[in-house]
């Protein structure tokens, strides 16, 4: 018994011994990685303050130009904090108004949704089967199908029947326009 316990004790020590080697070879090794993940963690942790820092400001922004309309700085506040939160803002107001000239610099917008509604309500405006089809032509377009029954419609009331149904044929058949 005294037998096994010394030689548990001497395995006990043998492992301490093999750790600490372990440990003074990889000492820089081990102590860089924990700074590492510490600096990570605390790198991650203020950007997200930041985000969420940045979101609240551009929220109070949008609150107080929806507030006044004509408050310069909110505006440019905003468009500095979010430019795609500006470009829905300015997309509500020229759906109101009906101002086609914003529409028509929020086609190139960075906010895909407010790029495509801003190309359809050009296009409906215009009532225009061509602008309408190039719309309806666009691989990602929202309202394809509602452009080709506007283009139908158009047609058939200049007498062309036979191209409207031509367009409504196009529509596709999981549509609920179909």
């Not at 505006?75 to 829905?88: C, H």
């Not at 509500?92 to 086609?100: G, I, P, R």
Request: hydrophobic letters at 45%; charged letters at 30%.
């Amino acid at each position: 018994m005294v037998k096994q316990e010394l030689n548990s004790e001497e395995k006990f020590f043998e492992k301490a011994v093999i750790t600490e080697k372990f440990i003074k070879k990889y000492k820089n090794l081990l102590i860089s990685s924990v700074v590492i993940v510490i600096a990570l963690v605390t790198a991650n942790i203020a950007y997200d303050i930041n985000s969420a820092k940045k979101i609240t400001e551009a929220n109070n922004a949008l609150a107080k130009l929806q507030k006044d309309a004509k408050d310069t700085t909110a505006s440019a506040e905003l468009q500095a904090l979010s430019p795609e939160l500006y470009d829905v803002w300015r997309f509500s107001k020229a759906m109101v108004t009906k101002d086609l000239l914003i529409l028509k610099k929020l086609q190139n917008s960075k906010a895909l949704l407010i790029s495509d509604l801003s190309k359809y309500e050009l296009a409906q405006d215009e009532q225009s089967v061509k602008a309408l089809d190039s719309y309806a032509l666009m691989q990602d377009a929202i309202f394809k199908d509602l452009a080709l029954v506007q283009s139908a419609i158009i047609l058939m009331n200049k007498n062309k029947v036979d191209e409207a149904r031509e367009k409504l044929s196009s529509i596709s058949s999981d549509s609920p326009l179909a």
